[in-house]
Each structure stands twice: as C-alpha cells, then as structure tokens.
C-alpha cells in the first residue's frame, strides 16, 4: 500500500482515517536538507503545511528511476511554498486545501482589525506593566469607516461580509476576479484602493507581483480620516503571505504616524526573530496562527485525507492545482 510523508503534522483523524484504509502514514518533519538527499524517495505522497519548501532542486530529489512522490498536498492554502511548475514537469499532483480554514482566518483578520482600532495589544502591554493608560488608549470604531481588501478570493469576502456588518463600506481590488454580486465596491487600480481607504486587509498570494505591494508610496496614499470625517489614521492587516507588506517601509510609515497601526500574522522570515516592528507599541503580530484553531484543524485534515484517498484509488482527484 502506498507511504505517505506528514511533515509538519496533521489531525488525528485524518491519520486515522487514512491508516483505516491501509496505507502507512510517518509523522515527522523533513529538513530542507534532509529532503535535496532523497528523504522522500521512500514515500508515495507527501502532505505539508508552511514550514516545508519544495523547491524544483528538492522535488526532483524526490524521484527516483523506481518511483518516489506522485502526490504533494498543501493542508492549507498557500502554495507559494512549492514548484508548482517542477512538479507538473514530472506528472505529481498537487493539491492544497482553500475553504477549510476560511472561517478561521476571516476570524483572525477581523480579530487584528478590532485590536488594533481599539489599542487592545497596547491596552494589556500597558496594564501588565501597572500602567492604567485609560486616558492614552483612546481608539475609533470601524463602523463608517472604509475597509479596502487588496484580493477578493474566498477569505477576503468573507472578511467583507463581517466588515460590513460592523458598518464599514467595503472596496476590492482583484485583477482576476470580478467581484460580480459581491456588494463590494470594485477598483481597477490597486492604488486607488489606497487613497480610498483608512482600513487595507491584504488576501492576495505573494508573486512577483504582489511582492512589496503595500509599501510606502502606497501607505502615503491613504486619507488618515475616515468616510464618517473621524481623524481615525491608517490601519493595515495582513493574515496572507509574507513579503505582500514591504516591511521596512511600513516600519518608516509606523515612524511617521502615517500608519497609526499595524497587524501581521505573517513575515517576510518566520519566525520573525529580532524586528524592528517589535519596538512599537503601534505594531502587533501573532505567529502565523490565522489557520490555527480545533476546527480549520480537523477540516483540513479530513479534506487532505480524502483527497490522498481520491488519488490512491482513482490515480487522479477532481481538485488538483495541475
């Protein structure tokens, strides 16, 4: 029966139910290096999460004249993290898992968009320290304010369906989307986005493109006084990909008080390590957790299980990326 490789971990239940069906399942984490010497020869599919890269070099030391993987799947939905390309080149599909962390990481971006509106992080920082700051922490409400969202895929309208129901007006930029029905007013330049907007949640993919795509020229542009006329100043979110948010830029924007707040759950190195970011009060983060909760767990797990059991069976699934 085929062996797959489960590198950066998975739900029980999705192990149990592929083990149910025969196949041999290894639960342990494959260094870079370990992986370009032909760890994964040995194994017919390999699933991982962010914390494993499959470069084109590591994908082909993967094959072997007998076999090795003929199937990649990404628990998540970032795929940026593998040769997509490579892989196609040797007849591996590829497969990642887009709705079942949706609910979780809409949470985490309207979680980080109230925190920092209302100085929450600040709020607890401050009162650890014994510093009742109730007369510094004033904040502002992101009802009436304009909330842009740079991508309009499945995370991001449902980040637009809670905004909205907070009463912000909600506009998109998605060259590749229409945004059809969406209630969301649409842009077709990324930097009118910008001068729209005091409130920017990033759902983009990290490209070429998209690579520093908010930065500070961007940043310069937004108004700092919401649709209401409150002086509520810049905000930007980001639980997307690192790199999509020029850090440096944003750390002169953060300097400035161009950019009143900023929240990322993710960065352009993880972990993050020694940031400037850390040193203000204005920035918070949390660690690359906007897919973390009991429920996007045990949803992704059981949809990757299904689908190394669709691909076992049939030789194919109906949902690859290749």
Known sequence: MARIAVTDGLSHKAI?????????VEVRHHEPEEI???????????????????????????????????FIGRAGVGVDNIDINEATKYGIVVCNTPGASTRSVVELTI????????????????????????KRLRGSEIGGKRLGLLGFGRISRGVAQAARSFGMEVHAYDPYVSGENSEAIMHNDVDEIFRHCTHISVHCNLTDETRNLVNLDRISLMPGIGADGIECGNHIVSCARGGIVDEKDAVKALETGQLRTL?????????????????????????HIAASTLEAQSRIGIEMAKLLIEFFETGETSTSLN
């Open 111 to 134: 979680g980080h968009l109230i925190a920092s509106t209302r100085n929450i992080a600040t709020a607890d920082r401050n009162l650890r320290a014994g510093d009742w700051a109730k």
């Open 263 to 287: 929240a990322l759950d993710v960065f352009d190195n993880e972990p993050l390590g020694d940031s400037p970011l850390l040193d203000f009060d204005s920035f918070h983060g949390t660690p």
């Open 36 to 70: 370009s010497n032909g760890s994964l020869t040995r194994f017919d599919a390999v699933v991982i999460r962010s914390a494993t890269k499959l470069t084109a070099q590591q994908i082909s030391s993967s094959l072997t004249a007998e076999g090795g993987i003929r």
């Open 16 to 24: 149990a139910m592929l083990e149910n069906e025969g196949y041999e």
